[in-house]
Structure formats: structure tokens, C-alpha cells
């Protein structure tokens, strides 16, 4: 019955006050595949929800669209396989603590869908061109001024299409992002 989802939400909103921060935000930041895939991933969030919860406390949503890039060289081959995938993401962050009671850390983490331009990638068949992108990472807060928040982010990337088709290897990266709030 698909609309569980739905009263779950309305049951969890009524514990919980939120409102909306006008954060925009920019992030690049570099991918290392665990198959000798490497790429590049530039990200926007239009605006970020805070979210006043019961069980959790304070925590921020945000959707995420991103871009990808990705090139696979097998072994310094100069023959290489691209990439190219578009992604939308909510993601929730929930603040961890502070570093030396000044740098701010937070942990984020998201499900979303995403579509690569070709099924056929690093040797390996994904199976589709409609893949799942989960993602888990800490963010620390660098500077903060009136104008211009900084963040640095470390995150595992994981493509996936869930099991909807036979041929499922996924895909694994380590991405390190910039990320510039304004």
C-alpha cells in the first residue's frame, strides 16, 4: 500500500517544528573509486529545513542536485571509460560536536536517485542506467563570516540500482568535497 509513506511523514511532522534557513550552497570535490575509478562531483542545495524533532533534536534537511563525472583507466592504460551522472539526494545532518570547541562537525547521510549515461562502465555491466545514490559522511565547519560559511566534507558515495535488475556490482567512492554556503 503505497500510502504508509505518506502517513509516516505526517506522523513524524506533527512531533517536530521546522523552518526554512535560506541556506544556499555550493560544493566540488573530488571522487576515488575503488576500481581505479576517479571523477569529479559538483553539487547544489538550494535551501536547507530545520527540523526541531522529538527523538533526534535538531537536525537540517537539505535536497541535493548534483553532477558527476567519473573516467576509469585501467593501470595507467591510455585507453579510458567515462561517465557522466546526474543525482538528487535528500539528505538529513544531524551536529556531532565541536573540535577544540571551534570547529563544528556534523554527520550526514541520504538516499537518493541518480542517472548515469551509460549502463556499460569499468568493465562492468550496472545494470541500468537508474541507479540509487547513498551516501554517509562527516562535514567540519572551517570559517564562518557574515557573508560566506566554510566546509570541507569526507563521504563514502555508493551507486547502486537496489536490486532492481540481475546485473547489481554497484559502484564505491571516496569523495572529498569544498563545500561555500552563501
Not at 68 to 95: H, M
Not at 112 to 121: E, K, N, P, R, Y
Not at 156 to 162: K, M, P, R
Request: proline share 3%; with cysteine.
Amino acid at each position: 500500500m503505497m500510502l504508509k509513506p505518506y502517513f509516516l511523514c505526517i506522523f513524524l511532522l506533527s512531533f517536530s517544528s521546522f523552518s526554512f534557513a535560506n541556506d544556499q550552497a555550493v560544493s566540488v570535490g573530488y571522487l576515488n573509486g575503488f576500481d581505479d575509478i576517479q571523477g569529479v562531483r559538483v553539487a547544489w542545495r538550494p535551501t536547507t529545513l530545520d527540523i526541531d524533532t522529538t527523538w533526534l533534536g535538531d537536525v537540517d534537511v537539505y535536497l541535493e542536485g548534483s553532477v558527476n563525472f567519473w573516467r576509469y583507466s585501467q593501470n595507467g592504460d591510455s585507453e579510458t571509460d567515462t561517465n557522466f551522472t546526474v543525482a538528487l539526494t535528500p539528505v538529513i545532518i544531524k551536529r556531532l560536536g565541536t573540535i577544540s570547541d571551534q570547529y563544528p562537525v556534523y554527520l550526514e547521510a541520504g538516499i537518493g536517485l541518480s542517472v548515469v549515461s551509460d549502463q556499460h562502465f569499468a568493465g562492468k555491466d550496472i545494470g541500468s542506467h537508474y541507479q540509487f545514490e547513498d551516501k554517509l559522511g562527516l562535514i567540519i565547519d572551517l570559517d564562518e563570516s557574515e557573508k560566506l560559511t566554510q566546509q570541507v566534507a569526507v563521504r563514502l558515495i555508493h551507486y547502486s540500482n537496489g536490486g532492481l535488475n540481475n546485473d547489481n556490482p554497484g559502484l564505491d567512492f571516496l569523495n572529498l568535497a569544498y563545500i561555500a554556503h552563501f
